[in-house]
Structures are given as C-alpha cells and as structure tokens.
C-alpha cells in the first residue's frame, strides 16, 4: 500500500541527487527465510523498529552502496 508513497520519495531523491537504497527485498528475503528484521522477543514479530538482524541488513547493504559509488569513510 505504501508503494505511490515510496515512488514520490525516491522521484523526489533523485531530483535532489541523492541516493536511494531500496532494502525492500532483502527485507523480503529475510522474512521468507523466517529471519525477521523488525520486532523483538517481547513484543509482535515484524512490527516496530529494526532489530539487531534488521540493523545488519541496512549497515551491509549501506557499506556496499558506498563501495560501489566511491565514497570512503
């Protein structure tokens, strides 16, 4: 459902040369793998903030963006 949103965010990224990684599918994979990104023990699974798997996800996938677009740290 929230698909029009994240197409307007990232029309308006690009419009202001910045960019945008899309952690969807990975998330996706996770999910499907019965990994979950968000939730923790104590509460519902998949909902909330990103646990310590979902933190991994986006910091691995953020170190391979910038590899690839040449910044260094």
């Known amino acids: 459902p929230d698909e ?3 197409a307007a965010f990232v029309k308006r990224c690009k ?5 945008v ?7 996706t994979v996770a999910v ?3 990994r979950w990104p968000r939730g923790f023990h104590n509460g519902q699974f998949g909902v909330g903030h990103y646990n310590g798997l ?14 690839r677009i040449g910044l260094q740290d």
Do not use: C, W, Y
């Open 21 to 27: 990684v899309d952690l969807r599918s990975a998330m």
């Open 4 to 6: 029009p949103l994240f």
């Open 54 to 67: 979902g933190n991994q996800i986006i910091a691995d996938h953020l170190a391979e963006k910038v590899k």
């Open 32 to 34: 499907s793998q019965g």
């Open 15 to 19: 419009t202001h040369n910045f960019h």
